[in-house]
């Protein structure tokens, strides 16, 4: 894909390429544990250092998380967080004038039934930089892409351990921003070691693009991120994070955001 400008998520990565730094890319759930907890929370993620935020949409059949993300999904959506309310978050996070890349990762029905073509345009009006949609693959995404492309916003694909490498082609050939390197078989979930054939799998996706590679599932430790760091260009967070969340009071949620980062910067102790 490609479009007129650089988008603001490939410029936060040469940006940080130049820097000789690894990109921070947390998730977390729109609407857990409530809607305006949540704005606190990722804000508190950005003044921490995180470099880029996706923030999760709600679903209830989360097939690709684990049991730490489906209970922020469950909790959000008895909360009453659906897909337009996930826009609407970013769009006031943009008004206090937050300019980290957002992206909205969520599943595909709630976009169906928004309507592609309107998903697309208000999301970016709100601020959206990028989209992951874990239950869409690369062949089946002709009309989502061309409305990323329209509106100038990048949309991600995810590849796997067990990607053929004809679905890494696919991949890497229709998806803009960044690949998003799945690091091991199963779901979601922090993991106490990373896989050794890591670097591996990410040579064999790497001989497919230039485009960033971003490793997600599994990361919880400083170690992780600069494991990651020696291979790809960024660690995404989002069990470890949540587990770091429920250990403490809703309240002391916002805090306890911006301490993990800190940790997994390497910049403070847990």
């Known amino acids: 894909m490609s479009t007129t400008t650089q988008s603001r998520i490939g410029e936060t990565f040469a940006r940080l390429k130049s820097e000789?730094?690894?990109a921070l890319m947390p998730y977390h759930t729109a609407g857990f544990p409530t809607l305006a907890m949540s704005k606190e929370i990722i804000r508190a993620l950005g003044d921490a250092g995180a470099e880029m935020v996706e923030i999760g949409v709600p679903f209830s059949d989360p097939i690709a998380d684990g049991p730490s993300v489906q209970a922020t999904s469950q909790i959000a959506l008895d909360n009453g967080t659906r897909l337009p309310d996930c826009i609407q978050l970013v769009r006031e996070l943009r008004a206090e004038g937050i300019t980290a890349p957002f992206l909205l990762m969520g599943y595909y029905n709630p976009i169906l039934k928004y309507g592609i073509e309107r998903y697309v345009a208000d999301s970016a009006e709100a601020g959206v930089d990028g989209f992951i949609v874990p239950d869409l693959s690369a062949e089946e995404a002709d009309t989502l892409r061309q409305e990323c492309i329209k509106h100038g916003r990048d949309l991600i694909f995810m590849v796997a351990p067990t990607s053929t490498e004809r679905r890494l082609s696919i991949a890497a050939e229709r998806g803009s921003g960044f690949l998003y390197c799945v690091s091991v078989k199963g779901v979601t979930g922090a993991r106490e070691k990373m896989s050794d054939s890591l670097g591996e799998y990410i040579e064999r996706v790497r001989s497919y693009t230039d485009l960033p590679l971003a490793i997600g599932f599994g990361i919880s430790k400083p170690e992780h991120v600069n494991q990651v760091g020696e291979i790809a260009d960024g660690a995404i967070v989002g069990a470890a994070l949540?587990?770091?969340?429920?250990?403490?009071?809703?309240?002391?949620?916002?805090?306890?955001?911006?301490?993990?980062?800190?940790?997994?910067?390497?910049?403070?102790?847990?």
Do not use: C, H, S, W
Not at 254 to 269: D, S
């Open 20 to 22: 000789g730094r690894t």
């Open 242 to 270: 949540i587990n770091a969340l429920n250990a403490v009071p809703d309240e002391e949620k916002p805090a306890a955001a911006q301490a993990f980062i800190r940790y997994l910067k390497g910049e403070a102790l847990m």
